[in-house]
């Protein structure tokens, strides 16, 4: 698509020819030019694995940090300057493993903040370690007897901590995961979105094919996004044991809570407010 | 020349804290100025504490000696201080009806009171002297009476503590009669209104109430203590100096208004003893002063958090200790590889892991100058005095922004949680520069901004993210002008040539050691941070004593002052390095940085403060 091409780096694109990642960036890319954001107004907070490089294959402003600490990045960017459109993109090490503890916190605050995390199951950039969400069966690098631990299931724990936008996306379905990112674009709050994602080179368990047999849209079952008993059953379905099980994308559990940045705060971008000395004078009369 | 020590000592949660900032802002508005140091032990009730404060009719700058007069609120505080107290000191202690004979002054005063002297029984009066005179007041009991609950026992003994600076010559009526405008007992009344007026009249009549009972129950009894006696009558004389341009506070509130001062935006942290007041006053001026204050998760998100406002243009900060900062290391380096102006306090204790949490001590030295991995130009600024630490914090946001470069306020629980008098911090001097010039990139060619441009001074031009038409990148990754990450060794070595390039500029910016009371002397006492004020008065003591001493003292530490220090230090026939750990770290950066071996060594780690007297016999000794 021709507005796409605003969406785009002249940075080279080092992913596996077949990686995951090419759809998530390219539903993102839908999502941005569909959402009429300018580049300079998106800020993209990237975590460090391949999926963090989105970051410099977008376009937009970045700020390409540590590894784990890609949400509280974006909380630091957020609170600053409420008028960015401030976006996360971290994988299943950085978000769920290095990163989890600002994970859980997230989903308590519920910034303004849309949170892709790619979810593939193992660890790319470092050669094909276990990942949080590596399931039980699969034998990755360093334990090829199988990680023998349940897998992470981020949407529980979202929902568990009061998270007020948690989705569900699967990289081989773009038009959906376009869709989806779009809503959480909309969504006032925290819009977090777990993204199945095939690694061709490390996971061999969960491949593209894998997937596309067994994801099913929580739209056609006409799930209510509002209903918290049922969000959580469907939450439930998937990671589990055996080969027959269904997962299900789309939107899980949805609420309004209030964004955090209008918590209790300037409620402006404090970026640009002029110094003033008068505070300080008063301040220090405090101290007499 | 007034300098005597009033303590108070009780169990967490008795109000030791309250009483004697309470006592020490009294004495400060009646023109006196003030050290209080609190030694504090890590938990919230029970335990023992105490704070002495000093008061002397000039400025003070380290701990106190021995106690001239003791506020006891519980009876393990009386066994505790005996030793500490001055010859002819006094004690007010909670209880009633002692066992212990009556004697002297109040001899025949009823027994809602008694004057105690230990061993009084086998000793003449001569001997008595060296004792002190303990005067019980049951202050939990008045508390209840007059306040309704003991909680404001602290207040009575505060009362009973401020009658001893009155005069007893004539009973029942002074403090009011004498001169009601400038006592320090008026003073602590103005001051209990002041401070529970948002409670309500009958909180305020309750503590006032509570306040004269326990001053009348010295005062009934004609007691008097020389030295607090002298305190009043000068207080009195003071009054053209009881000083309108002069402040009471902590270094840790002395930062915190450094900051304020500094245009801080955004401050992020997680508590952590002794930096967290530093957090909750800038938490409270958060809509006052535009600003937000946020608490994190754990000290790493607070560090991340403070980076990512930096990015959005946010003069951002963040406060904590060493166990704190050590989570924080990585994210030191990441602000320095992005180029983000970012600004740490680094309150230290004593040690590793959880340590002395409430003490002091100065073991971070060497750990600050190259902590995270790889190299990268910082500063590091160890203020000596609250003053200081106000000044130091200014240039560490004036300076970190100027190079876009990390910065360190290194300070310990010494500075940080002492109280100190300080002139009115001179905000004309203080410098809040725009750390962006937006105008200049108004009508450029869209996504031309280069945010890593070489430039000569090392210094890319800033934007914020949010400027129309530029895109502003900022990574901890190797990259290229443009801010993209890139694997190739010739950009590599310019861009890491790039920062390390700020290097000279940042040592020509920070300003000279400190030299007291000359440049020049036979022997040179070199320190860093809240040693200042022992080893300033150390020189005094041993100057009266006619050594030819001085000294040098460092507040702009990094980069390192190589020639200032070694042109400083070359007529001094000997150097001694002060310093609060255990193996000389001042003395191995000097040595590092000049060459110059520091002759002898004077260190402490028990996790109490330099004490002026006894480093003076250490110097002496080591001259």
């Known amino acids: 698509m021709a507005e796409d091409k605003a969406w785009s780096t002249s940075a080279e694109i080092t992913w596996c020819p077949g990686c995951g990642n090419f759809g998530i960036l390219a539903a993102l890319r839908q999502a941005l030019a569909a959402a009429g954001l300018e580049p300079w107004q998106v800020v993209v907070v990237g975590g460090i694995g391949q999926s963090g490089k989105v970051a410099q294959y977008i376009g937009a402003n970045f700020l390409h940090g540590l590894h784990g600490r890609a949400i509280p990045h974006a909380l630091g960017v957020k609170l600053a300057n409420p008028e960015l459109k401030v976006i996360v993109v971290g994988g299943d090490g950085d978000l769920y493993g290095e990163g989890g503890n600002h994970l859980l916190h997230a989903f308590r605050r519920n910034p303004d903040i849309v949170c892709l995390a790619h979810n593939n199951g193992v660890y790319g950039l470092t050669k094909g370690q276990a990942a949080p969400t590596s399931s039980p069966g699969f034998a990755p690098k360093n334990r090829e007897a199988g990680t023998h631990i349940p897998a992470f299931n981020p949407l529980a724990a979202g929902l568990a901590m009061g998270g007020s936008f948690i989705a569900r996306g699967f990289a081989g379905d773009i038009k959906h995961l376009a869709r989806l990112i779009g809503e959480a674009f909309e969504h006032k709050g925290f819009g977090f979105i777990d993204i199945l994602q095939p690694c061709v080179t490390y996971n061999h368990v969960n491949t593209a094919e894998w997937y596309r047999k067994r994801v099913y849209d929580l739209e056609l079952e006409s799930h209510n996004p509002l209903d918290a008993d049922a969000a959580r059953a469907r939450i439930l379905e998937w990671p589990a044991e055996g080969d027959d099980v269904e997962i299900p994308i789309g939107v899980f559990y949805r609420s309004r809570r209030p964004a955090y940045e209008t918590c209790g705060r300037p409620g402006q971008a404090v970026t640009r407010l002029e110094f003033d000395i008068d505070v300080v004078k008063k301040a220090m009369e405090e101290f007499r | ?623």
Not at chain 2, 36 to 50: A, E, K, L, Q
Not at chain 2, 99 to 109: F, L, R, T
Not at chain 2, 214 to 226: C, K, L, M, Q
Not at chain 2, 503 to 526: F, N, Q
């Open chain 2, 1 to 623: 020349m007034t300098d005597i020590t009033l303590a108070i000592a009780g169990q967490a949660g008795q109000g030791v804290d309250t009483a004697s900032e309470l006592l020490a802002r009294t004495l400060v508005r009646s023109g006196y100025h003030i050290f209080s140091y609190p030694n504090v032990m890590s938990r919230i009730r029970g335990g023992h504490n105490f704070t002495a404060v000093r008061v002397s009719d000039r400025q003070v700058y380290s701990t106190p000696g021995k106690f001239n007069a003791l506020l006891a609120m519980d009876e393990l505080s009386v066994r505790e201080h005996r030793a500490d107290m001055v010859e002819g000191g006094t004690m007010i202690a909670e209880g009633r009806m002692p066992s212990i004979e009556h004697h002297g002054q109040s001899s025949n005063d009823e027994a809602r009171m008694t004057i105690e002297t230990r061993n009084s029984n086998d000793r003449g009066r001569g001997e008595r002297a060296d004792r002190p005179t303990i005067l019980r007041v049951p202050m939990a009991e008045i508390a209840g009476k007059h306040g309704g609950s003991k909680t404001m026992a602290n207040v009575v003994g505060l009362g009973a503590l401020l009658a001893l600076t009155e005069s007893g010559d004539s009973p029942r009526s002074r403090g009011r009669d004498r001169n009601p405008v400038q006592s320090p007992f008026s003073k602590l009344r103005n001051l209990l209104k002041e401070r529970f007026a948002s409670k309500g009249e009958e909180v305020v009549r309750q503590n006032l109430a509570c306040l004269k009972a326990g001053a009348d129950h010295i005062r009934e009894r004609r007691v008097t203590n020389v030295e607090c006696r002298m305190l009043g009558q000068s207080a009195t004389g003071n009054r053209q100096s009881g000083k309108r341009g002069r402040l009471l506070l902590t270094g840790n509130h002395a930062i915190a208004l450094g900051a304020l001062a500094s245009g801080v935006r955004f401050h992020a942290g997680y508590p952590m003893s002794p930096s967290t007041p530093i957090m909750e006053y800038l938490a409270a001026k958060q809509a006052e002063a535009g600003l937000v204050m946020e608490q994190a998760e754990d000290e790493i998100a607070a560090i991340i958090m403070v980076i990512g406002a930096a990015y959005a243009g946010a003069r951002a900060m963040t406060a904590t200790s060493g166990g704190g900062f050590s989570l924080m290391v990585e994210g030191l380096g990441m602000a320095a590889m992005a180029e983000l102006p970012v600004v740490v306090v680094l309150a230290m204790r004593a040690g590793p892991a959880t340590g002395f949490p409430t003490r002091t001590e100065q073991g971070e030295l060497l750990f600050v100058t190259s902590a995270s991995q790889d190299e990268f130009p910082r500063f590091v600024f160890a203020p000596g005095t609250a003053e200081e630490a106000f000044c130091a914090t200014n240039r560490a946001f004036e300076l970190a922004a100027r190079f876009q470069v990390p910065a360190v306020v290194l300070s310990d629980q010494l500075l940080s949680d002492s109280l100190w008098t300080v002139p009115s911090f001179n905000l004309a001097r203080t410098r809040v520069s725009s750390d962006f010039d937006e105008s200049a990139w108004q009508g450029r060619p869209a996504n031309s901004y280069r945010r890593y441009a070489i430039t000569a001074s090392g210094v890319s031009p800033r934007l914020r993210p949010g400027f129309r038409g530029q895109l502003v990148r900022s990574l901890g990754s190797e990259h290229d002008e443009d801010g993209f990450q890139t694997e190739d060794k010739a950009v590599r070595v310019k861009m890491h040539e790039k920062r390390m390039s700020k290097l000279e500029a940042m040592a020509g910016a920070m300003e000279a050691p400190t030299c007291y009371p000359e440049e020049t002397a036979d022997v040179a006492v070199v320190c860093f941070g809240s040693t200042y004020g022992a080893a300033r008065e150390a020189v005094d003591i041993l100057r009266s004593e006619r050594v030819s001493v001085a000294m040098v003292h460092l507040c702009d530490l990094i980069p390192f002052p190589r020639e200032r220090m070694t042109a400083l230090l070359a007529p001094a026939r000997k150097v001694i390095t002060v310093e609060g750990n255990s193996t000389g770290q001042l003395a191995a950066l000097l040595r590092r940085e000049t060459g110059i071996k520091a002759d002898a060594q004077v260190l402490k780690y028990d996790g109490r403060p330099f004490e002026a007297a006894s480093l003076a016999e250490e110097i002496r000794r080591k001259c």
